[in-house]
């Protein structure tokens, strides 16, 4: 269980969160908003990217500031952009930096790098280097480099952004059959359908919070709305 | 050196261990300066084509790692006939080509991962003066990992600035180039965070 408690956060003097309180529980949330609605630091603040300036979040008992190394060891995170994600030469050796600090002996390494790689569709680029992918194939690497440790939640901070429809759809897919907890943050509504909870922030608050349809409809209606005003 | 450009094989080169290879390319360096000498440049060159052959790399491919230096050899080889004579020339130039040759193909035949290990273990007794190995192995990472996306980035600026007709324009290429390479680092650092890296 992911809780947030009375957390509010700022950036200087900008307020981007404000007295958010959350529990989050479910295996497929969504959160949706328009740019600057305070989504993206709402989810960095669950693997402890940032820590609140006030209030705390709590991951499965770990306060994120207190025992950040801990939460991340069980909160992975993807980005939208690969290219700032992947930081290895090639694919093979980008999925086993994420291992060095596992005591695995390099057998180990190789066997999960190698079980990894294949599950993602990566196996046959496991040497191939890392910035002559495919947009698509890139961010299947940054997923697959951040899931090779076996996290229990996930969470995505727009990872179709940069995509094309087909590899939208495949990471979708991914997301969708994975295991770990999802906790994902998107402007493709597409991506949501079915899910069990869809968050919407606006102005640094929880605005609307329930299954994805209902969610949805009301975001759609409050960005006719604020297009008209 | 290091560029990332690993070439995957099954040759006896590929398998060799990293830290004998840059042993055996410091000491193939080492003879072209000690004995510097056309015969010592013919040599060795001998000895670099039966490395290639023997990795499973073409004439093609070594020629490839040496292309860049093309202008500083077009310049170099006159200028150095001119002040010392054919045999400084040939020995010069030579050695300047046989070295970054020679670097390439510890390159095509190592894995980043490999050279890192070596870097790492080499770098262990500065630890003592306050020197974190993984920390500086990472940083060699990261750099020849930047290299392809600040070369990205400029191939997009540079057209950026031909879209908009400011083809002359030094300003409208650096500074984009700059805010965005910045940014990258930027965005590499929350990910390293993210990843555990300073864990």
Not at chain 2, 21 to 27: E, F, N, P, Y
Not at chain 2, 28 to 55: D, H, K, M, N, Q
Not at chain 2, 141 to 163: K, M, Q, S, Y
């Amino acid at each position: 269980m992911i809780r947030l408690e009375a957390v509010s956060h700022r950036y200087g003097d900008r307020a981007v969160l404000r007295d958010v309180d959350l529990s989050l529980g479910e295996d497929r949330i969504g959160v949706v908003g328009a740019n600057g609605s305070g989504k993206s630091t709402l989810a960095r603040l669950l693997n402890g990217l940032v820590v609140p300036s006030a209030g705390r979040v709590v991951v499965d008992g770990l306060d994120t500031d207190r025992d950040g190394a801990r939460v991340r060891r069980k909160v992975a995170f993807v980005f939208s952009d690969p290219d700032a994600q992947i930081v290895m030469p090639t694919v093979a050796e980008d999925v086993a930096f994420s291992l060095r600090r596992h005591g695995l002996t390099r057998a180990e390494v190789t066997e999960r790098v190698a079980n990894t790689l294949g599950r993602y569709g990566l196996a046959g680029h496991a040497d191939h280097p890392a910035h002559l992918l495919s947009s698509g194939q890139k961010q299947l690497l940054a997923l697959a480099a951040v899931l090779v440790t076996e996290p229990e939640i996930l969470v995505c901070d727009e990872p179709t952004t940069l995509l094309d429809l087909r590899n939208s759809r495949q990471v979708a897919d991914l997301l969708a059959g994975l295991p770990q907890r999802v906790v994902l943050v998107t402007h493709d509504l597409e991506l949501l359908r079915g899910w069990q909870r869809v968050l919407v922030m606006d102005e640094g608050r929880v605005v609307a919070d329930g299954p994805a349809e209902q969610s949805i409809a009301h975001y759609r209606e409050l960005m006719s709305v604020s297009r008209t005003c | 050196m290091l560029t990332g450009t690993y070439r995957p094989g099954t040759s006896a080169l590929h398998r060799a261990g990293a830290g004998r290879k840059l042993l055996g390319l410091l000491v193939f360096s080492t003879v072209l300066v000690a004995w510097r000498s056309p015969l010592t440049v013919l040599l060795c060159f001998a000895v670099l084509i039966a490395g290639y052959a023997a990795a499973g790399l073409g004439l093609r491919t070594l020629a490839a790692q040496v292309w860049s230096l093309r202008w500083i050899i077009l310049v170099l080889l006159p200028f150095q006939w001119w002040t010392g004579g054919w045999r400084a020339a040939v020995a010069i130039a030579g050695t300047l080509v046989l070295a970054v040759a020679a670097a390439g193909l510890v390159s095509l035949t190592t894995r980043v991962s490999g050279v890192l290990e070596v870097t790492t273990r080499i770098l262990q007794p500065a630890r003592r003066i306050g020197i974190d190995p993984d920390r500086v192995a990472l940083l060699l990472a990261l750099t020849i990992r930047a290299v392809p996306v600040v070369a990205g980035t400029f191939h997009e600026v540079r057209d950026a600035r031909r879209a908009r007709g400011l083809e002359r324009s030094t300003r409208a290429l650096v500074t984009p180039l700059v805010v965005r390479t910045i940014r990258h680092a930027d965005r590499v650092g929350d990910a390293l965070a993210a990843r555990g890296v300073d864990d």
